[in-house]
């Protein structure tokens, strides 16, 4: 059984920064990509960055230069720096991994969500 859990939503005003972290945990071999969707009210649920195990990187036109995206490896752990943020960017952002087990099957695992409000 995979695991994925997501802290550091929450409310700010707009300009301000948030830090999101997403902790992989249960029966893992290979943590091949581990990305960030966000989902707006009313809205589809959409990539805004992505990284694979070997560090490359994906962004959504729309946050490239305000966020970042990175891992730990050793921790199964990855982060989404958020800086300058709008209030388009409020949604429900959503960890995904995809994830290799002991068991050698491979598939797409998601967090719970966490909320981030941008608003003044």
């Known amino acids: 059984q995979v695991q994925l859990v997501e802290s550091g939503g929450g409310s700010v005003q707009p300009g301000g920064s948030l830090r999101l972290s997403c902790a992989a945990s249960?029966?893992?071999?290979?943590?091949?990509?581990m990305g960030w969707y966000r989902q707006a009210p009313g809205k589809q649920r959409e990539l805004v960055a992505s990284q694979a195990s070997r560090g490359n990187s994906n962004y959504a036109d729309s946050v490239k230069g305000r966020f970042t995206i990175s891992r730990d490896n050793a921790k199964n752990t990855a982060y989404l720096e958020m800086k300058d943020l709008k209030p388009e960017d409020t949604a429900v952002y959503f960890c995904?991994?995809?994830?290799?087990?002991?068991?050698?099957?491979?598939?797409?695992?998601w967090g719970q969500g966490t909320q981030v409000t941008v608003s003044s």
């Open positions: 995904n991994a995809d994830i290799t087990s002991f068991a050698s099957s491979r598939r797409d695992y």
């Open positions: 249960g029966y893992i071999s290979t943590i091949n990509i």
